[in-house]
């Protein structure tokens, strides 16, 4: 029997009344979301709004992956953290917020760090992957891994006072490679430990990435691929890109792709998989 | 021939921190891979290796000309035409 | 002494170093902000995410009003709120996750319904108020109480896919009187509870409007008086649109108004002060 | 003269639920007053008066032209010139 096809018990009825009324969401889309599986990985500025608002809407499990614990200086903008839970997994602390929102999605925390060893084998149990991450290292394994496991990928990123966002590997559209084949020099990437972040701005762009993997997991209107928005805090402007397709000569998602595993990332892009305060002097 | 130049993500710290530059270019035959020599002779300020790399931007660092991915446009080939925008975005990895 | 001058201590320090380093902002801008006081009126989807943010960023402190409890129905969009704490007051609710994030900002609930007799003396204690209601009556009344106080009002709504925000009675700007003198009829009024919305919609309005009360308190940017922001989330579309000036005729905010005190928004509208079910049968 | 017609906030409901509307006007003189009037005739299935109050939009819809408040061109009086966007937008309450 298809799993879409489960009519609504009660209390689904009641929790997600005001999305079932909208026509072209409806129980269908209910259905489907609650049949979808979502991985995000990083539990920072942009997983905590995508993990609470995608736990709200319903969507069925939910994989959270971080091997970090909370730190003071992340509550500016990581707001399903707690002062309580400062030294805690992030993962685990998310978790803990979303179960209280909505205890009938199932949770999976990672307390891992995404290494070329396990990706696959964690990506392959999810239908939707989100980047939340923090580093150029994580985001090149990611968009490899999801193109070998033929995954959507939901991209989104924040440094000061602006966001981007994007869909990677989706209909036709182009991986993170197709854009950018070679890595940046490694001292040209900015983080937000060096570079300062506005906390709200990840907020946006983490609660565009939950819109996405929604609109994804639902067949509602239009995904961001083959588009990158790009988000101004400071004038309050948003602006959307067109972007290349797919490239047929792709590394990884081309046609004749000649990275067919997963490689040592932080070798690749010169820079550690991580975005640790570096014992600069701040103020 | 006027055209507008606009650097974000962090490209605008390489030309003095100011996002839009309006400009007008001599003569009337301008490729963006002459543009691109233009713009490091001209308006980046220091470390022209963090703009330009060989004869192309550096990885990290999108075009867009007039909200395209310059890549659908002939990338280093396309010729300018008056009023143009070109938008050198470098991509944030920040979350 | 100027209350912007004091130093901050260390735990501010270390709790807001990913914004402090910011250039634009700074502890200039930390300061303001934690001298600034900001009314939240409504706390329903888009009091949630407006209330997280303001105060992980530091806001001094967050006035929280909402006469109604926590409904099951309300989880999908409105964040703070948890499954254990349905029947509970909604200024209370949000007060408490918010706490848990920043115990350093000073929380105000409201458990009152905003009307005319207590709305001026309520905002004569903020700096700035963010209408986060969800009906006409409500929105009129907060607008004429924002201009005869002379606080800026930042404007947020959402319904079904599409959300809208602007700054209203700001630098020249219009009020929502200026847009709107005359009410709409009642029929052509839609409600979330009747036309449905996508959780993640006032999701993203409610971080917008925290920005924009973020931004006028430190003084960042450019704020968005004198233009109207549409979002298409099925789209994925953003797309700000150039409004007039305040007008000399309005009745509020003219230059010889006739509107001195607040009225009876109820009769003035012919609607009620809420966005309660009205008994439809949903499915 | 082709313009376009847009319906948006719910005031798409108004016109089978289509956002866009791209439509060709016969003749060259076409001020908003006659447009109302002529998207009442030719677009309003039913219900009129959820769209026209006398000879203007009822209240709650705002009318952009070109991304500009009308009040700031004229209102009732612009002239629309070939490629004009006109968008009718219904101002939304819920939160
Ligand atoms: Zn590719
Ligand atoms: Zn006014």
């Known amino acids: 029997p298809d799993k879409h096809q489960h009519p609504l018990n009660h209390r689904e009825v009641a929790r997600y009344s005001r999305q079932l009324i909208l026509p072209e969401f409806g129980p269908e889309g209910q259905r489907k979301l609650s049949s979808t599986s979502v991985l ?7 997983g905590c709004p995508a993990a609470i608002y995608l736990a709200a809407a319903g969507v069925g499990r939910l994989g959270l992956i971080d091997y970090d614990t909370v730190e003071l200086n992340n509550l500016h903008r990581q707001i399903l953290h707690t002062e309580g839970r400062v030294g ?7 978790a803990l917020s979303v179960k209280a929102l909505n205890s009938h999605v ?6 891992v760090v995404l290494t070329s060893q396990v990706a696959l084998t964690i990506i392959s149990k999810y239908d939707i992957v989100l980047d939340c991450t923090d580093n150029v290292a994580t985001r090149y394994l990611l968009n490899d891994a999801c193109v070998l496991g033929n995954k959507p990928l939901v991209s989104g990123s924040a440094l000061r006072y602006e966001g981007q966002l994007t869909v990677y590997h989706h209909n036709g559209g182009p991986c993170f490679r197709c854009l950018h084949p070679k890595p940046p020099p490694p001292e040209t990437v900015t983080n937000c430990s060096d570079g300062g972040v506005l906390g709200v701005v990840p907020g946006m762009i983490g609660c565009l990435q939950a819109l996405e993997a929604i609109k994804l997991a639902s067949g509602l209107g239009t995904p961001l691929s083959r588009k990158l ?22 590394e990884v998602c081309g046609e004749t792709p000649t990275i067919t595993k997963l490689i040592d990332y932080e070798q690749f892009c010169g820079a550690a998989a991580t975005d640790k305060e570096k014992g600069v002097q701040l103020l | 021939m006027k055209v507008t130049l606009e650097f974000r993500g962090g490209a605008e710290l390489l030309v003095n921190g100011v996002a839009q530059h309006p400009v007008d270019l001599d003569g009337c035959k301008w490729t963006v891979a002459r543009l691109l020599t233009w713009i490091q002779d001209n308006l980046i300020q220091e470390r022209p290796e963090l703009f330009l790399q060989g004869d192309s931007v550096r990885p990290g660092i999108l075009v867009l000309i007039n909200d395209t991915d310059w890549e659908l446009l002939g990338e280093l080939d396309y010729e300018l035409v008056e009023n143009d925008n070109v938008l050198f975005i470098s991509t944030l990895h920040g979350g």
Chains 1, 3 share one sequence.
């Open chain 1, 40 to 46: 995000i990985v990083g539990c920072g500025g942009l």
């Open chain 1, 88 to 94: 805690v997994a992030k993962a685990v602390s998310i």
């Open chain 1, 106 to 111: 199932e949770l999976v925390p990672y307390e």
């Open chain 1, 229 to 250: 928005l790009l988000f101004d805090a400071l004038q309050g402007t948003f602006r959307t890109v067109k972007l290349r397709g797919g490239r047929s000569d792709c």
